[in-house]
């Protein structure tokens, strides 16, 4: 019976993927012969079908790697069972994609499938030298690798780190289909990433879930059930976000809704909707009632329909993804305009930038803008928690951080991102902000102490939040790269490496450039703030002199690259910014050099505001040492100097002997 109920989830799923799958298909037209060329029914039907195994045992793997490194106990029997059925989803993800490969080539070909030595030639170049090809390639090399790696890793550290590889190769899968208009393109992207990646993590987690039924005891399942309720609900929310993007993105208009495509889309949304429905009532009426048989058996009951719903979303999605959305994607080539900065970006130009703009102006960064909403609402938890128990926090430290979740979403959703493709002081400005400003709201905020007195400790083996900040800021290499020289060293080699090499170009023009931009001088900005004035419990700590001597020594590294890009006579890209031509009014060269001014000006305030703190923190540091030494002299008399006097005396004596 109990071997019935494990099949039963993901036969559910199956089944309701598969008939909500071709219903869409049939009803939205997504599998109809082409105009022109008709590749044959076998492909045109087995491109979504493939691709819907794909999405299944994606969300398979990653789903029961969540649960292995953030719920499962790695000294239960869960663990193993749990990483054998992340192999298994990976091993049928590498199959499924290579199938999809073939098929996807077909399509773009024009041809069915064949043996022959001309279509083997043709699918290699295809392979190798296309975009789509490559990324399907890298899908199904991801998924080989998961595989092994889920077989012969059992360490949860190196796991970990296998997990977030795993979700980086996502990302050139996201870059393909449906991915908006060139103006919209970089948000799809962003949109499609998200989606797929959080809906895995809630799809796979409860087919994980199943499938450990047996080696899960009412005692373990009151303790994962609710960290798998807590990923599923913030999966939700990013699910729903990212879905809602996407949606405006390829439905448009109101009225589009009553096409196929946006009746299929208010499908999914039913769907989410009443898997939303199903989370509700387990957190509220079944998690806390699990050592009851019948609440148990009504547990899982829920969750077998719950499946059934994930099995229409994903079937749905499936059709959405091979079928036509009422807003065509506009190729770079055709953006409306003729100037070469919409050539280039592919973006329509945006109105002349004003003091107005500067502060009005948004383009939609769907990552950063998740990354900093759930940034000041886990803070703003962490703080009530500590109040309702009795325990202060300063509210200076949640205004500095809210502040800088602030400052990072402006920066990276407002003006800046929209004018620094077109302008390279805004970039400039952007990255001065990234590495000098908002660093040193977010370390002042002291988020590591505040999470480590406020999350949960886990003694059941088991890797929390908690643990897993403990881990990472005990680990070896981050005392490595909280060392001051590191840091520092970092922080200055970051700017003249950037800015000299091909980095700058992959940031400039391709989206994952930019991202990572973003994410690398978050870090090595808040790893050199954090050596000089951090309170959290990370890595090293430097005396105070050293501190200052090398925030010297930074500030002038800093400022002779100003001067560098403020003097040079040269445009960097040359062919980006130098063909932009007069945007509006002002020549490239006169940008260029409004960005060697901001790298040398704005970029030395933050600076000088750290100077600040250092300097007062060391003298708070020498008033608690002397503090310290008057009562212990209160309580000993003075002792340490009386051995001192005397030690001088004998010295004395001896010289005179």
């Not at 041809?111 to 290699?124: C, E, H, N, R, V």
């Not at 589009?256 to 208010?266: C, I, K, M, R, S």
């Not at 949960?456 to 020289?485: C, M, N, Q, Y």
């Not at 300097?615 to 209160?634: G, I, M, Q």
Request: net charge positive; proline share 4%; with cysteine.
């Amino acid at each position: 019976m109990q071997r019935v109920a494990r099949v039963s989830g993901p036969a559910v799923v199956l089944l309701a993927a598969f008939a909500a799958l071709l219903a869409a298909l049939s009803f939205g037209g997504g599998a109809n012969p082409g105009i022109a060329i008709d590749p044959g029914a076998v492909v045109r039907y087995g491109i979504p079908i493939s691709k819907l195994v794909v999405d299944l045992s994606i969300a398979l793997a990653l789903g029961a790697l969540a649960l292995g490194v953030f719920a499962l106990s790695s000294r239960e029997a869960e663990f193993g069972k749990a990483l054998d059925v992340a192999a298994a989803g990976a091993a049928v993800w590498t199959v499924a994609s290579a199938a999809s490969s073939i098929l996807v080539f077909s399509s773009a070909a024009g041809t069915p499938p064949s043996l022959s030595q001309q279509f083997g030639q043709s699918l290699g170049d295809f392979l190798t030298t296309n975009g789509l090809g490559l990324a399907w390639l890298t899908t199904t090399l991801v998924g080989a690798a998961l595989t092994v790696l889920c077989f012969a890793v059992r360490n949860v550290t190196v796991l970990g780190v296998v997990t977030a590889l795993a979700v980086i190769g996502l990302i050139p899968l996201s870059e393909q289909g449906h991915a908006g208009g060139s103006s919209t393109h970089n948000a799809a992207i962003t949109a499609i990433w998200l989606h797929v990646l959080f809906a895995s993590l809630w799809l796979g987690g409860l087919l994980t879930l199943m499938l450990l039924r047996k080696a899960l005891t009412p005692e373990r399942m009151m303790a994962v059930l609710p960290r798998y309720s807590t990923i599923a609900l913030i999966a939700f929310v990013v699910v729903a976000v990212s879905g809602t993007a996407s949606a405006v993105i390829r439905v448009g208009t109101w009225p589009n809704l009553l096409t196929p495509y946006g009746v299929l889309v208010l499908v999914k949304v039913t769907a989410l909707v009443a898997l939303a429905l199903f989370g509700a009532f387990y957190r509220r009426a079944i998690i806390g009632r699990l050592t009851r048989e019948n609440a148990r058996r009504l547990f899982w009951i829920l969750a077998t329909a719950e499946l059934a719903f994930m099995g229409v979303a994903e079937g749905v999605a499936s059709a959405l993804a091979v079928s036509a959305p009422p807003v065509e994607a506009v190729s770079a080539a055709t953006v409306a305009g003729t100037t070469p900065a919409e050539y280039l970006t592919g973006t329509p130009l945006p109105p002349e930038l004003n003091p107005l703009r500067f502060f009005t102006s948004w383009n939609l960064d769907l990552l950063w803008a998740i990354v900093c909403a759930f940034g000041i609402f886990f803070y703003a938890a962490g703080v009530v928690r500590l109040r309702r128990r009795g325990d202060r926090w300063p509210w200076y430290r949640t205004a500095l951080w809210t502040s800088g979740m602030v400052v990072l979403l402006w920066t990276t959703n407002g003006s800046l991102n929209v004018y620094e493709q077109f302008l390279f002081s805004e970039h400039m400005l952007q990255h001065m902000l990234l590495t000098m400003a908002i660093p040193v709201l977010l370390v002042l905020g002291a988020p590591v102490t505040l999470a480590l007195r406020t999350i949960r400790r886990r003694d059941d083996g088991s890797r929390g939040a908690r643990e897993w900040i403990l881990l990472l800021v005990h680990s070896r290499f981050a005392k490595v790269l909280t060392h001051p020289l590191v840091a520092a060293g970092l922080f200055a080699a970051s700017l003249w490496a950037f800015y000299y090499s091909p980095l700058f170009r992959w940031a400039t023009t391709d989206h994952v450039g930019h991202e990572w931009m973003i994410i690398h001088f978050l870090i090595v900005g808040y790893l050199f703030v954090q050596t000089l004035v951090g309170v959290d419990p990370v890595g090293n700590q430097a005396p105070y002199p050293l501190r200052l001597v090398l925030l010297l020594a930074t500030m002038g590294v800093h400022a002779f690259f100003g001067l560098a890009i403020l003097s040079n006579t040269g445009l960097f890209l040359s062919d980006w910014y130098g063909a932009m031509g007069r945007t509006w009014g002002a020549s490239p060269l006169d940008d260029q050099r409004a960005a060697g001014g901001i790298a040398w000006s704005v970029g030395e305030i933050p600076t000088v505001s750290l100077a600040i703190i250092v300097a007062v923190l060391w003298s708070r540091a020498d008033t608690r040492e002397a503090k310290r030494r008057d009562r212990a002299a209160d309580r000993d008399g003075d002792a340490e100097l009386e051995a001192y006097n005397a030690m001088l005396a004998e010295r004395a004596g001896q010289k005179r002997s």
